[in-house]
C-alpha cells in the first residue's frame, strides 16, 4: 500500500508543469534631450502591455520578475496587478543564480526583460541554445514561452499583440 502511495506521489509530481513566459519589454518612448535612458512605454507600448496580459489572463501566473526599469516595470504592470502578484526585481544581466532562482518555482512565471538578455534567460532555462542573437531593435512581438515538464524545458516561440512602433 505504501509503495503505491509512494509511486502515485511520484508520478504526479513528474507530470506537473509550470511555464514561464519571457517578454521583451513593450515599445518605449524616444529618448529625447536632456532624458535619460530610462524612458516610460509609448502609447503602443501601454496597449502591448495590456495585450500581454490578455494572452495571460487564463495561465493562472504565480510570479511576476522584471528589471527596475520603467519600461520593463510598465509591461508587466498589468499582468501583475491581474494576479494580485508583486513585481519581483531581478538584475540587469541575468546570472547563474537568478536563473536558478526561477527554476525552483512551481508556478506560471513571467518574466520581462530587454532586447539583449531575453535570449540569455531563454538559452539559460533551456539549458542549449533556443535563439541565437539579442532581438532586434523594433522587435517587441515575441513572446518566448518555456515549458517546464518533469525535467524538459520545452521551448514555444509566439508572437503577441496588435500593437506596433
Known amino acids: 500500500m505504501r509503495i503505491l502511495l509512494v509511486i502515485s506521489v511520484f508520478l504526479v509530481l513528474s507530470s ?14 524616444p ?8 524612458v516610460p512605454l509609448s ?16 495561465k493562472k501566473i504565480g510570479y511576476v520578475f522584471s528589471t527596475q526599469t520603467v519600461r520593463t516595470i510598465s509591461t508587466a504592470t498589468p499582468t ?9 526585481p531581478y538584475g540587469p544581466r541575468p546570472d547563474t543564480a537568478f536563473i536558478r532562482q526561477l527554476q525552483s518555482l512551481h508556478k506560471n512565471t513571467l518574466v520581462v526583460g530587454h532586447s539583449n538578455t531575453v535570449d540569455d534567460i531563454v538559452n539559460m532555462l533551456c539549458g542549449s541554445v533556443k535563439i541565437t542573437s539579442d532581438l532586434r531593435d523594433k522587435e517587441y512581438d515575441n513572446l518566448y514561452v518555456v515549458k517546464k515538464k518533469g525535467k524538459q524545458y520545452i521551448f514555444i516561440p509566439k508572437k503577441f499583440g496588435a500593437a506596433s512602433e
Open 16 to 29: 506537473c508543469s509550470h511555464s514561464y513566459y519571457i517578454v521583451r519589454h513593450a515599445e518605449k518612448m
Open 80 to 88: 501583475a496587478d491581474f494576479f494580485g502578484l508583486p513585481i519581483e
Open 43 to 58: 502609447v503602443p507600448g501601454q496597449q502591448r502591455a495590456d495585450d500581454l496580459l490578455a494572452v495571460l489572463k487564463k
Open 31 to 38: 529618448t529625447g534631450p536632456g532624458m535619460t535612458s530610462d
